[in-house]
């Protein structure tokens, strides 16, 4: 619940359904993932976000200074989730 892990993700375009593959091995399962694509929201490829839906787990694509409140927040409501931060 309180790990951090490196992410060897450098932009938007680094994630792919292998390097959000940490993120479903994490234990318990993670029912969001906030990702923060650096100073402004990214597009990802839907059949990304498409496959981590398919795994049961939510993603949420924010800037990373609005993904890093959302965190703080879901985390404050006790909920399963982790964050993937691009720094901006």
């Given amino acids: 619940p309180r790990s951090i892990l490196q992410w060897n993700v450098g932009s938007h375009r680094d994630i792919s359904h ?33 496959q981590m839906q398919e795994c049961g787990i939510a993603v949420e694509v924010q800037d990373t200074a609005n993904a890093c409140a959302t965190f703080n927040f879901l985390m404050n409501e006790r909920r399963l989730v982790a964050a993937g931060l691009i720094p901006p």
Avoid: C, H
């Fill in 18 to 50: 292998e390097s959000l593959s940490l993120f479903r091995l994490l234990e318990p399962q993670i029912e969001i993932l906030v990702l923060g694509t650096g100073d402004r929201v990214e597009r990802l490829p839907p059949a990304t976000l498409k």
